[in-house]
């Protein structure tokens, strides 16, 4: 199989909020008064149970005074961005929660700003992606997969629960980019989220299915899936019988990252508070309990760092969908 260059992107971005609020040291070890915590969607989903997890773990370790919430839908999350924008000065005491699509939907300019245009916090959690087949499924590893697609492309198909273009497909197509395969000729089917995309690789319809890391490692504990290979430098301990796809040959590694953003012009001191904060929950069994909980994976970069993983995921994402046709 051919080996290439690490093709795919880390990222991370942060949570905010909505109200002006102090941030002070006290004896007591806490770090922060309150944390107003906004969050781009309904509540229940991913960037809801960060941002409440985070909340949780910070209140409880002492760590913070108090957190507050504010679920903001609209506009892939642009609403959120918008109004923290707009609102700079009174949200000095917010943080925004954010994941990937702040930089695939800023690509696709389904909103006008992108992570530039926010104080750049740190990234908290991720999930990795996985490239999973049906448990009776005669392949058994991602050469057996390439192997299958080199012989019947068309036949070869991979599933999603995501749009042409949405993160599992950009997931499958950088997979199969470093795998030596051009992916603008692999074949993608999109479902209305990852229900029906199992649905349709259980039935014969898709040869493979791209997914999140948790929620593969949750079907192949109910024994419904095989995972052929996951986007992580090293096996992941929450199924460390799932291989890399480094191990097998295939130089790429993929993060879906959630983390923090602030308002724009948030004073150097009150963002580096933040980031200090967040790295010592860390610490916490307050918050190994939070992740434990949700199956995460810690993945914290803050500053400068956090900047350079962006900046990298936005060029390799960008280049993989202008390849695709979809920039």
């Known amino acids: 199989m ?21 941030v002070s040291f006290s004896s007591t070890g806490q770090m922060v008064d309150s944390i107003h915590f ?24 002492g760590l913070v005074g108090k957190s507050s919430y504010e679920n903001m839908s609209g506009g892939g999350g642009g609403k959120a961005i918008g109004f923290l924008i707009e609102n700079a000065d009174s949200n000095h005491g917010t943080m925004m929660v954010n994941s990937t699509p702040i930089v695939i939907r800023s690509l696709t300019g389904v909103f006008p700003h992108n992570f530039r245009d926010l104080a750049l916090i740190a990234g908290t959690i991720g999930d990795y992606a ?29 599933g999603g629960g995501s749009v042409q273009g949405g993160m599992d497909h950009l997931v499958a197509a950088m997979v199969f980019e470093a795998a030596g395969v051009d992916s603008i000729n692999v ?29 593969a490692v949750a079907l192949a504990n ?16 929450a199924f460390e019988d799932a291989p890399t796809m480094k191990e097998q040959g295939i130089d790429t590694m ?4 959630r983390g923090f953003f602030g308002a724009p012009g948030l004073p150097e001191e ?5 980031q200090e904060v967040l790295a010592k929950m860390y610490e916490t069994q307050e918050w190994e309990e939070v992740r434990a909980r949700n199956g995460w994976v810690n993945v ?9 993983f962006l900046e990298n995921q936005e060029r390799v994402i960008g280049d993989l969908m202008r390849k695709l046709g979809f920039l």
């Open 254 to 257: 993929f993060v879906n990252w």
């Open 38 to 61: 906004l969050i781009p969607g309904g509540a229940g989903g991913g960037w809801d149970g960060t941002a409440r997890g985070t909340g949780e773990a910070l209140t409880k370790s």
């Open 270 to 274: 009150t963002t580096a508070m933040y």
């Open 2 to 22: 051919k080996k290439s260059r690490n093709r795919s992107p880390w990222i991370f971005a942060i949570s905010g909020a909505i109200l002006s609020m102090a």
């Open 130 to 158: 996985a490239i999973v087949v049906a448990k009776d499924s005669p392949l058994n590893s991602m050469d057996d997969l390439i192997s299958a697609y080199n012989s019947d492309p068309r036949g070869t198909a991979i």
């Open 300 to 308: 914290h970069n803050s500053g400068d760092d956090f900047r350079m």
């Open 187 to 215: 074949k993608y089917v999109a479902y209305d989220a990852g229900g029906k995309a199992m649905a349709a690789l259980l039935s014969g319809e898709i040869a493979a299915l791209s997914t999140g890391f948790s929620e």
């Open 222 to 237: 109910a024994g419904e899936v095989k995972i052929l290979g996951v986007t992580s430098d090293a096996r992941v301990a």
